[in-house]
Structure formats: C-alpha cells, structure tokens
C-alpha cells in the first residue's frame, strides 16, 4: 500500500482543517481491521501547550479515534468508494499512558486493531508509540451508523 499523507489523508476523514490530527496513513490491513497512522508534534499543532513542551497525552485519545475514522474511511473508500460512516465513540475503557505528554518534534505511531463487531457495534485495542515504545494504550468503543439520525432512532 502507498503512504497517504496531507492533504488526500482528509478524504478519508470527517475531520478537516485544524480538527484533522492525523499526518499520514502508514500502514493498513483491511483483511484484519487494523490501521497504523502518524502524527508529527510541533509546537504549532491545535492542542501544544508550551509548560509542557507537548501535547498532553490525554489528546492521545482523540489520535486513536481519528485512526480508527480514518480505518472505516479507507475500507469505505477501497470498497466501494461511498461516503465513510459516522463514528461515535461510546466509551473509552482502560487509557494508560507512561508520559504526561507527547514532546513536540516527535513522531507519534498510533495502531488501532478491531477486536470486536457486533452490527454497528465496534470495539478497538488502540497503542500510540514514540521510537516504538508504547507509551499510551486504551480499548474504545463505538458505534457506526450512516447518520446522525439514525442514531438516534437506534439510542430511542
């Protein structure tokens, strides 16, 4: 598979302009759900707080959602070239980082692996790694739906 980087990254994602964390696509695996994506910290990115030197590792969480958006994106997108579906996340379950941020000029790895399905129910072992340590894990839940109303006819 080839690399997808800035800009075409944002085809695959409802995240656009600032919003949009992720710098590139590295690596997926549409056979097994999994997805590996980069971000490159700066001192310039949205959530940089310069006490810290960083982006505080809780945006961790919002790298692996947008991973796993842009996971649906690309097997909405190779498959059939629709619309991605819209993804709530449910509930972040077991977040453990061993950083208090991510330090600016770093190359962040985030995995995201689809370890459950049920309908639109989706559950996924997410890992950001720095120098291939990982250093911040979670398992998310979510559910997808074709949209917002849908939803919540599902939540009624």
């Known amino acids: ?87 709530f996340i449910m509930s972040i379950r077991a977040f453990k980082t061993s950083v208090p941020s991510y330090p600016a000029e770093t190359n962040l790895k985030i995995s995201v692996s689809q370890i459950f399905r049920e309908d639109s129910v989706v559950v996924f072992e997410c890992a950001i790694s720095i120098d291939s340590e990982v250093v911040t894990t979670a398992t998310v839940n979510a559910i997808e739906v074709d949209s917002v109303s849908a939803l919540l006819g599902e939540l009624k």
């Open 1 to 87: 598979m080839e690399m997808i980087e800035r800009p075409e990254i944002q085809n695959y994602l409802p995240h656009k302009d600032s919003m949009l964390l992720l710098d590139r696509i590295v690596d997926y695996d549409l056979e097994n759900s999994r997805l590996v994506s980069e971000v490159d910290t700066t001192e310039r990115d949205l959530f940089y707080r310069p006490e810290m030197n960083g982006v505080p590792s809780w945006v961790g969480f919002e790298y692996m959602a947008q991973s796993i958006a842009a996971l649906s994106g690309v097997a909405v997108r190779t498959q059939s070239n629709d619309e991605p579906k819209i993804g």
